[in-house]
């Protein structure tokens, strides 16, 4: 019998290979599923986009553990690349730490990100971020690496939010803590430079990094030939669709509105598509016939 690799071998696998991993992040198993249809090789819960379009409001800890594990599960449900979910601060203490990422892990995540910011944490390209202590964030990814020891098939990857009221120089000590702490991928959020980027990737040597960006954010936008130049492994692109949705959707909605049909939109067969109809027909019809 073919055994089936886990989401977080899957994702190992793929840092493993030469080339920088371009991530359109989701918010939902449509997203995903868009996704995965075109060809992208994983993808990323991203906590902004969920918290936008579950709740309509913004990310500053606003949405639960229970409600981003319930919208984990209905995206790695519709997709089989592998999927990294955002888990905030772990909610709560280093215990609490330890649930999420068992829980990520049931869940069928092939990663969860753990970042350092002071709950009630906030995205990470806004104004007002705040860090807890070294310590603490110590305690936090120490957790994470001890849920993933103890028998949970997933990968922790670290985050700090230290660059925008610590530095630099913390930042970067930070990441480096995390990666003695175990952690299998970095996150160092809203570099302000190119050099910042590169320093980065240089001063850290051997484990994958992850680009967050954000378009109109405080990171520079790359282009993925040269973040992979610096030493990135995976680019992420956490508003992209989200930001790409919220416009055609405010334009059809201004076409309806003046009487207007809907021009920009996919055909009804390819929405059909998209959402299972010839599979499911294709199933219904082999039971029939049985």
Do not use: W
């Amino acid at each position: 019998m073919e055994t089936i690799e886990s989401p977080a071998r899957r994702l190992a696998k793929l840092l493993e290979g030469p080339d920088l991993l371009v991530m359109p992040c989701c918010f939902d198993a449509l997203s995903a599923r868009l996704i995965e249809r075109a060809g992208f090789p994983l993808t990323f819960m991203s906590g902004f986009a969920v918290s936008a379009s579950r709740l309509a409001a913004p990310d500053t800890g606003l949405i639960s553990y229970g409600e981003m594990l319930d919208q984990g599960r209905s995206i790695c449900g519709a997709v089989r690349i592998p999927v990294i979910g955002d888990a905030d601060t772990g909610y709560g203490n280093p215990l609490n730490v330890k649930r999420t990422v068992e829980g990520y892990a049931r869940a069928g995540f092939a990663a969860a990100m753990i970042e350092d910011q002071l709950a009630p944490k906030r995205c990470g390209h806004t104004r007002g971020k705040e860090v807890v202590s070294r310590d603490e964030a110590a305690l936090r990814i120490q957790a994470a690496v001890e849920a993933r020891e103890a028998g949970s098939d997933i990968l922790i990857l670290a985050r700090t939010d230290a660059r925008a009221g610590h530095g630099l120089d913390e930042a970067l000590e930070r990441c480096r803590l995390f990666a003695d702490l175990g952690a299998d991928i970095l996150f160092l959020e809203a570099p302000r430079s190119e050099a910042e980027m590169r320093l980065f990737c240089e001063s850290l040597p051997g484990i994958p990094k992850m680009a967050n960006i954000v378009e109109d954010g405080d990171t520079p936008a790359l282009a993925p030939a040269r973040l992979e130049a610096i030493g990135y492994r995976i680019a992420a692109y956490p508003l992209s669709l989200l930001s790409a949705a919220v416009c055609a959707m405010q334009e059809a909605l201004a076409a309806l509105r003046m009487g207007r049909p809907v021009e920009r939109r996919v055909a009804f067969e390819e929405l059909r598509a998209v959402v299972g109809f010839p599979e499911y027909d294709a199933a219904l019809a082999r039971f029939r016939s049985s």
